[in-house]
C-alpha cells in the first residue's frame, strides 16, 4: 500500500520569502511518481511539478522546486518569493507505476499555505 | 494546453433525486479519467477509475450502484449519484490523462453536491 504524510497542517510565510512544504512517502515499488497540486479556495486541483522516481535530478518548474531525497523518502516541495497569490491548500500526491496501485494517485492530507504581506 | 472542464460547477438538489455531474477534456483526448470525493478541509479520495469504452474500476468501499461513472466517449465522464441523500453532499472532481495511469493527471474545477 502506498502512504502520503504531509505533517504541516498549516504554514505562514512572509511575502518574497521561501517556504518548505514536507511531503514523506511510503511504498515498497521501485517505480513511482510523485506530484504536488496547489487547491486554491475555488477548489481546482493545479498542477504544480512532477518527479519520477527514476529521475536524478531534482524537478523545478519556475518559483517551485521538489526537493527529492529517495532515501529518507521524502518529496518536499520549496517555493520561492512567496506572493500573496500562493495562499492555498498543497496536496502533495503519489502515483503508483505498478500492480494495483498503477496510475491511481495517493494524496496527502494536506497543508495550507498562507502568505503575510 | 490541458484543460478539464466539470458541470455544473454547484448544484443542491432534493434527496431520492440523481444528479449527473460530467467531466470534459476540453483539448486533449482522454483515455482515462478518475473520479474523486472530497470533505471540506480533507484530502481527496479516488472513487473510480474510468477508461474510455469500458466499465469503470471502483476502489473499495464505494457503491457501484450509488456512483454511476459513464465514460462515452475520448472526452467525456459521466457520474451520476443515484437516489442522493444528505450523506452524499461533498465536493466531487474528476482528473484527465491522455494515455492511462502514467500521464500527469489534469484535474476539472469540481462540483459542490448539496442534498437537503
Known amino acids: 500500500a502506498q502512504k502520503i504524510t504531509q505533517t504541516q497542517p498549516g504554514m505562514f510565510v512572509q511575502e518574497k520569502e521561501a517556504v518548505t512544504l514536507d511531503c514523506t512517502y511510503d511504498?515498497?515499488?521501485?517505480?513511482?511518481?510523485l506530484f504536488w497540486y496547489k487547491q486554491p479556495s475555488s477548489g481546482e486541483m493545479i498542477f504544480l511539478i512532477y518527479?519520477?522516481?527514476?529521475?536524478?535530478q531534482n524537478a523545478t518548474e519556475g518559483r517551485y522546486s521538489l526537493n527529492f531525497q529517495k532515501a529518507r523518502k521524502s518529496a518536499n516541495l520549496v517555493i520561492s518569493a512567496s506572493q500573496l497569490g500562493d495562499s492555498a491548500m498543497y496536496f502533495c500526491?503519489?502515483?503508483?507505476?505498478?500492480?494495483?496501485?498503477?496510475?491511481?494517485?495517493?494524496f496527502g492530507q494536506g497543508t495550507i499555505l498562507t502568505v503575510h504581506p | 494546453g490541458a484543460v478539464v472542464s466539470q458541470h455544473p460547477s454547484r448544484v443542491i438538489c432534493k434527496s431520492g433525486t440523481s444528479v449527473k455531474i460530467e467531466c470534459r477534456s476540453l483539448?486533449?483526448?482522454?483515455?482515462?479519467m478518475f473520479w474523486y470525493r472530497q470533505f471540506p478541509k480533507k484530502s481527496l479520495m479516488l472513487m473510480a477509475t474510468?477508461?474510455?469504452?469500458?466499465?469503470?474500476?471502483?476502489e473499495q468501499g464505494v457503491e457501484k450502484d450509488k456512483f454511476l461513472i459513464n465514460h462515452a466517449s475520448l472526452t467525456l465522464s459521466t457520474l451520476t449519484v443515484t437516489s442522493a441523500h444528505p450523506e452524499d453532499s461533498s465536493f466531487y472532481i474528476c482528473?484527465?490523462?491522455?494515455?492511462?495511469?502514467?500521464?500527469?493527471?489534469?484535474f476539472g474545477p469540481g462540483t459542490r453536491l448539496l442534498v437537503l
Open positions: 474510468s477508461n474510455e469504452g469500458s466499465k469503470a474500476t471502483y
Open positions: 500526491a503519489m502515483r503508483g507505476d505498478i500492480g494495483t496501485s498503477y496510475g491511481k494517485l495517493t
Open positions: 511504498t515498497s515499488d521501485q517505480s513511482y511518481g
Open positions: 482528473s484527465a490523462s491522455r494515455s492511462g495511469g502514467l500521464e500527469t493527471q489534469y
Open positions: 483539448d486533449f483526448q482522454a483515455t482515462t
Open positions: 518527479q519520477g522516481s527514476y529521475d536524478e
